[in-house]
Structure formats: structure tokens, C-alpha cells
């Protein structure tokens, strides 16, 4: 069975932590055949509102050009980018992705809720009440289907994202189950604008989304799909990937992608 994780973060990113490399080398330890890179791009400055005036994409080039330079593993290597945000200033993102390299993958995401809520990240903001966890939970979905329909990445992350904080972390009990028109709405554009969605494996908790929304997925005629640890650390690198892979036939999945220069590589599941 081929493996391949497709959401993994270096010290690239504001909240990565190792080389390019060291994940690389934990790929190969994980037995992995390929390992994309998609560290964090985001409209605004690391853990702020503050929108950016520049990106440094020169970070990311050089930290790539020397893994590919000393990497001799037989795991393969991709360039990607989690791109955050969009809806947040798409004419400003746009603008900062000038000077982006040629990438191999993008992970679209939404991590921060509207103006509504102070365009606060979903990571930091501590809710009250489940009630307010639900406002959050609608107003991220809008966000999710500003970013289909502007649909410049190639598979959009984490899909249930919110879970991942209201739940995992602060034991609220929410669920996406009352918002299967918007989901679907969601789904709908992703397809129709050649994207994708991928199974984020969570670092082995709950997959993110879980097979409800990806026996959707799949009867709306979805296809692209990549899964993807969002490891941070090099032993998160590979979790969960093969139980991702069960997960995707059992929701009637037959085959998953990796991608190069943007273009899918298909693999039997
Ligand atoms: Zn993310």
C-alpha cells in the first residue's frame, strides 16, 4: 500500500517546530513512501489580526532547497502550502502569494472566523457556551464556502475543523450533523472548481472530516482526495495514514491522490 502524508508542518510555520529534514527522516521512520511539506501561509501576522504586508516565501524556498539538496531516502519529496484564510482579504492574499514558489500542493483552510467575531482563530478563541459554539460553527461554514467558490488551492483541510478545539479540546459535544445542506453546498463548489478534499488523520484522533461528510463527498462524485497527519512534530509524521486509507475504502473510496506541480497521482486504496 502506497503512504504518503500530505499535511505536515516544519519550522516553516509559526507553530512548527523541526527541519524539513527531521520530518523528512521521520517519514522514512514511519515507513512512508512520500511526504509533502505545507507549512502555514496566512493573510495576517502569526497569532494576531494584523493583516501582513509581505510573506517571506524566501524561508520556505531555502529550507526546501536544502532538504532536497542533502535528502537521499528513498521517501519522496513534495512542496506545499497550507494556505489560510482566503475569505479573510482575498485580494490581499492574492497579492501576497506573488513570489510564491512553484508549489506541488495547496491545502486550503479556514482557521479564523469573520468579522463578526473579530476574526479571532478558532485555535485561541474560548467559547462560553455551546450556543456560541453553534454561531461560530455557521460562521465558519460561510467562510469554508467563500473559500470553495474562490477555489485557488487544491484540496481543502480539516473540513470539521472546529471539533478539533470545541470538542477535543474544551469537551463541548458539537456537531456538523444540522448542516448537511451547507456542507453539501460546500462540497458542491469544491467539485465543480476541480478541487479536492483531504482526510486530515488529526495526528491519529478523530479524522477531520469523519465518514458521514466523505460518504457524501463521494456521492456528490468527489474524487480528488489526500490524507494528511497535520503533524507539527516529527512523531505525529504519518499517524493515522493507513487507518485513514480503511476509513476511505469503508466510505467506498477506491483510490486517493498525491499530487506534483498541482497535477494528481492516483493510487489504489
Ligand atoms: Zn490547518
Known sequence: MYLADYHTHSRVSPDGHVSMLEMASAALEAGLNEICFTDHFEPVEPRTTIPRKTFDWAAQKAEYADVTARWNGPVKLRLGLELGDSSV???LVERLLVGMPELDFI????HMLSKKFKFQDLAWIQEPDEKTCYAELEDYLENMLQMARWGKFTV???MTLPM???NDK???HVSMDGYGAEVEAILRTLIENGCGIEVNTNRGGQPLPGARWLKLYRRLGGEIITLGSDAHRPEDVGRGIREGQALLREC??????TFEKTKPIWYAL
Open 170 to 172: 474544551r469537551g463541548f
Open 156 to 158: 481543502l483541510g480539516h
Open 89 to 91: 482579504d482575498e485580494a
Open 164 to 166: 478539533r478545539y470545541m
Open 252 to 257: 467506498g473510496f477506491t483510490r486517493f491522490c
Open 107 to 110: 491545502i486550503g483552510s479556514v
